[in-house]
């Protein structure tokens, strides 16, 4: 059984990695403007869409189709998580959990479908992009909640005397980099990748002139980009400070940092590529990582750090 | 257990119908909305016997095109070798094709016009729009037509019609639609999204004084005697504007000029 449930959480893990991936995917999409290279939905140029030749996979379609294709492997992949979950898992809120990635999972394919049918609108396509990273971090929070560490306990840390307990600040910087997320995909689906063409000026100014909701959705990234920033060396300095040797909590911090460089680094590479796919690509994927990351940590934290050690062993006992 | 299995079958169900719903797809584009040339009495389009032509002229070294990267298509890679680059700017001898060159405002009011009944095509052949830019009457019959042996989608970027995407994935297919209301400041964008180098312009007039540059940057409209505000678009250089006057049998030659220097409005 306990072979069985370490397996549970290896297919958690997998399915994590393969959202990551089918995230880059969909930012592929984007960054091609293949979005509508399949005018039609559920259905391929009136094929089932499993039956599409793929010698016709050609253009824009490779990358809007192979999206369709990775998102149904997912969407199988969770299915089985599911069921999996409902017949092994004995904590059910674990297995209520994995049901709400698979009904994200499955509205995240109807708005996919909903963006294709009525064109595009930004405000369909940024929930698509938003739903997402929430679907993503669901899945983590599976992958966390099925490993042996979290079923046998996390080891308690004494939480250290700080201005912003480490709980409150992993999820301050965590609704931080959501948000940043949500900007960077209004961004992108209003086109507003370029409103600002320079970097690390706007157009030659600290402040650009406001002529456009293009430039100050794009300026608002930017803004959020230091946010985030700096939301992210506050936690990492906390934890080097106050938790140094506690691994669980200091590598995935040491990660975020690291990671957050990376995106600061694409997304001005991205502007001066003028969105080079690639790049852009990137960035949408080191977002999610960001992200993920962030979201690990705060779980981790909100575990681990006690204000009572042996109060919480008393009651644990 | 039999509890967890009933809800296990349900979430299957939920899946699987999320999986087929849905559907079809679209044989004909979609129906237009609104339009029509007006109310009023029909114009007598004989009295449109004056003659305003001339040649939209390109000052200096045009600009380069853009390379054009086929490869994501094989037949469409097959054709790379005759377009290597977009069709942006086209210059001959100094004239700048692909201009609509059209009246913008002094035409008569209280008028309609007959209606243009002949279909015009755009064809999609060799993984390009041809032609690249052309104007149509409202209401008149576009046939959107695909010559390749590979898959297109046409997809019109109207703001004041509705917009539409369809698929051609058969060669030889062909679909009909009508564009209802005029769109000519700035036309409609086709785009094929599956290409993206594909692409073509199509300006709607409710009238039928309107015309696009010849290779050699030549035009011709007949007016009928009036004051006009006649005007001239590119993709890249925008558009100018200049005030002609024509009486009856006139022959007036007039001229448009772009340069580098001019820009197209986002």
């Known amino acids: 059984m306990r072979h069985e449930n370490l397996a549970l959480h290896r297919f958690a893990l997998f399915l994590a990695c393969c959202t990551a991936f089918l995230i880059f995917v969909g930012g592929l999409v984007t960054s091609t403007e293949s979005g509508l290279a399949v005018p039609d939905w559920p259905t391929t140029y009136g094929w089932n869409m499993f039956t599409f030749p793929y010698s016709m996979w050609v253009g824009g379609i490779f990358y809007e189709h192979g999206h369709r294709y990775v998102a149904s492997i997912v969407g199988f992949f969770t299915v089985v998580l599911t069921v999996w979950m409902w017949m092994r898992e004995k904590r059910a809120w674990v297995r209520w959990l994995s049901t709400a990635a698979l009904a994200a999972v499955i509205i995240q394919g109807l708005l996919g479908g909903l963006t294709v049918?009525?064109?595009?609108?930004?405000?369909?396509?940024?929930?698509?992009?938003?739903?997402?990273?929430?679907?993503?971090?669901?899945?983590?929070?599976?992958?966390?909640f099925t490993s042996p560490e979290w079923k046998h306990g996390l080891p308690l840390v004494k939480a250290r005397t700080q201005s912003v307990p480490l709980q409150t600040l992993c999820i301050m910087t965590?609704?931080?980099?959501?948000?940043?997320?949500?900007?960077?995909?209004?961004?992108?689906?209003?086109?507003?990748?370029?409103?600002?063409?320079?970097?690390?000026?706007?157009?030659?100014?600290?402040?650009?002139?406001?002529?456009?909701?293009?430039?100050?959705?794009?300026?608002?990234?930017?803004?959020?980009?230091?946010?985030?920033?700096?939301?992210?060396?506050?936690?990492?300095?906390?934890?080097?400070?106050?938790?140094?040797?506690?691994?669980?909590?200091?590598?995935?911090?040491?990660?975020?940092?690291?990671?957050?460089?990376?995106?600061?680094?694409?997304?001005?590479?991205?502007?001066?590529?003028?969105?080079?796919?690639?790049?852009?690509?990137?960035?949408?994927?080191?977002?999610?990582?960001?992200?993920?990351?962030?979201?690990?940590?705060?779980?981790?934290a909100c575990a681990m750090v006690v204000m009572d050690i042996s109060r919480e062993y008393r009651s644990a006992v | 257990?039999?509890?967890?299995?009933?809800?296990?079958?349900?979430?299957?169900?939920?899946?699987?119908?999320?999986?087929?719903?849905?559907?079809?797809?679209?044989?004909?584009?979609?129906?237009?909305?609104?339009?029509?040339?007006?109310?009023?009495?029909?114009?007598?389009?004989?009295?449109?016997?004056?003659t305003v032509s001339?040649?939209?002229?390109?000052?200096?070294?045009?600009?380069?095109?853009?390379?054009?990267?086929?490869?994501?298509?094989?037949?469409?890679?097959?054709?790379?070798?005759?377009?290597?680059?977009?069709?942006?700017?086209?210059?001959?001898?100094?004239?700048?094709?692909?201009?609509?060159?059209?009246?913008?405002?002094?035409?008569?009011?209280?008028?309609?016009?007959?209606?243009?009944?002949?279909?015009?095509?755009?064809?999609?052949?060799?993984?390009?729009?041809?032609?690249?830019?052309?104007?149509?009457?409202?209401?008149?019959?576009?046939?959107?037509?695909?010559?390749?042996?590979?898959l297109h989608n046409i997809h019109a970027y109207a703001e004041k019609n509705p917009q539409f995407n369809v698929g051609q994935a058969v060669q030889g297919m062909v679909n009909e639609t009508k564009f209802g209301l005029p769109e000519n400041a700035p036309p409609i964008p086709l785009r094929c999204d599956v290409h993206r180098w594909m692409g073509a312009f199509v300006g709607v007039f409710e009238h039928p004084f309107h015309t696009v540059s010849k290779p050699d940057g030549t035009f011709e409209l007949k007016l009928p005697p009036g004051t006009y505000e006649v005007t001239a678009w590119h993709e890249k250089f925008g558009k100018k504007t200049m005030m002609v006057e024509v009486k009856d049998n006139d022959k007036k030659d007039v001229g448009f000029s772009f340069s580098v220097a001019d820009k197209a409005a986002d």
Request: contains cysteine; charged residues 10%; aromatic residues 8%.
């Open chain 1, 174 to 300: 965590t609704a931080a980099v959501y948000l940043q997320l949500i900007l960077g995909a209004l961004m992108r689906h209003m086109d507003a990748g370029l409103a600002i063409p320079d970097f690390p000026l706007a157009m030659g100014q600290i402040i650009p002139p406001f002529t456009s909701g293009k430039i100050v959705v794009h300026f608002a990234h930017r803004v959020g980009a230091v946010i985030v920033a700096s939301m992210i060396i506050w936690t990492f300095s906390t934890i080097a400070r106050s938790y140094r040797h506690e691994r669980l909590l200091f590598r995935p911090a040491l990660a975020m940092l690291v990671l957050v460089i990376v995106q600061i680094a694409l997304g001005a590479t991205a502007i001066w590529t003028a969105k080079a796919v690639y790049p852009t690509t990137a960035h949408v994927l080191n977002g999610a990582l960001v992200l993920g990351t962030s979201f690990l940590l705060t779980l981790r």
């Open chain 2, 54 to 150: 001339g040649k939209i002229a390109f000052e200096g070294t045009p600009p380069p095109n853009d390379k054009i990267q086929m490869s994501a298509d094989p037949f469409c890679q097959m054709h790379a070798s005759s377009y290597p680059v977009a069709e942006t700017v086209k210059v001959n001898n100094g004239g700048l094709e692909n201009v609509i060159v059209y009246v913008s405002s002094g035409l008569p009011t209280g008028v309609s016009y007959a209606p243009a009944t002949q279909p015009l095509e755009v064809d999609q052949m060799n993984c390009h729009y041809i032609p690249h830019v052309f104007t149509i009457r409202t209401n008149q019959p576009l046939k959107v037509k695909n010559s390749d042996m590979t």
């Open chain 1, 117 to 144: 049918r009525l064109l595009l609108p930004t405000w369909v396509s940024t929930l698509h992009a938003c739903l997402a990273q929430t679907y993503f971090c669901t899945v983590i929070a599976l992958a966390v």
């Open chain 2, 1 to 50: 257990m039999h509890k967890r299995t009933i809800l296990l079958g349900a979430l299957l169900l939920a899946v699987a119908l999320a999986g087929a719903c849905g559907g079809g797809n679209d044989d004909d584009l979609p129906p237009v909305e609104g339009g029509g040339s007006g109310g009023g009495p029909t114009f007598d389009m004989s009295k449109a016997n004056a």
